[in-house]
């Protein structure tokens, strides 16, 4: 897909004529806490960084750990955005839920801002790391869902491109006893088996091909790896630093809602620009 450069209208954000060219993308996980700096078009600028999340993780521990992260990254390439990627509920660059960090301390939580201080840049953009992963994937034809593998499950679904509102269905139940994460979470495959696993997961895409009919599904996180059966035709996988390589595409214009990025087009005496 051609991925081209435009404007923003978020609080803080640098507009095009400053350029797109150093996006830091950081792709939070619960297991580990990844970072790059990629070029407008995804393209990896840098080598890849990790170190494991830590646990239990407060708000102010992550920034504090993101920040010694991405640190070597910075001073190779100043960055002009950044892309952030959260397993968790993410609305308006606020964290409302946070399973995989813990329970206390991440109720509506402004975790852009915060990180966006800590590095002395205003112009960040985060979503659900699924839906990150996802802006890297699709094709942008049609309905396209993306499941990520992970350390949980997460999901985001997107039409023609555009990304449609989030729906959590990691916490959805799927059994009379299990969500989906604790369905086909990594926790449920070091307990199941990877046989046995991978059992549960073709049950569940044949569950999401009935609930969202979808023209395209990928299926990425570090677990797609260990898929051993063959996939429908219309279901593929996708690189884990599809990730990172995402967080390019969080800048481009339509990735998000117009109505979530031009907030002034949605009000009865605004005008869109």
Request: proline share 6%.
């Amino acid at each position: 897909m051609t991925r081209t450069k435009g404007t923003t209208g978020a609080t803080g954000a640098t507009p095009a004529s400053a350029g797109i060219e150093n996006i830091l993308s950081i792709d939070v996980g619960g297991t580990g806490l990844k970072a790059a700096i990629v070029d407008a078009d995804g393209g990896m600028r840098t080598g890849r960084v990790r170190v494991a999340t830590p646990h239990p993780c407060t708000p102010t521990l992550l920034v504090e750990t993101l920040h010694a992260l991405v640190e070597p990254l910075i001073k190779q390439y100043q960055p002009t955005h950044v892309s952030v990627g959260f397993p968790g509920f993410v609305r308006a660059n606020h964290v409302l839920t946070a399973p995989h960090l813990g329970v206390d301390g991440w109720s509506d939580v402004p975790l852009a801002k915060m990180l966006g201080e800590r590095l002395g840049n205003p112009s960040v953009r985060m979503i659900n790391d699924a839906e990150m992963q996802g802006l890297a994937a699709i094709e942008g034809r049609g309905l396209e869902f993306v499941l990520t593998l992970g350390t949980g499950t997460g999901t985001a679904m997107f039409r023609d491109g555009e990304l449609m509102p989030h729906l959590e269905l990691a916490h959805h139940p799927v059994s009379r006893k299990h969500a989906y994460d604790e369905y086909i979470g990594d926790a449920a495959r070091h307990k199941a088996g990877d046989k046995r696993w991978n059992r549960r997961v073709e049950k569940i895409i044949g569950i999401l091909e009935s609930l969202v009919h979808y023209d395209k599904l990928w299926i990425g996180g570090g677990n797609a790896a260990r898929l051993t059966f063959d996939l429908p035709p219309n279901v593929t996988t996708v690189s884990n630093d599809s990730g990172l390589e995402g967080g390019a595409r969080l800048w481009h214009p339509r990735s998000v809602r117009e109505t979530r990025q031009f907030p002034e087009a949605t009000q009865r005496t605004g005008i869109f620009r």
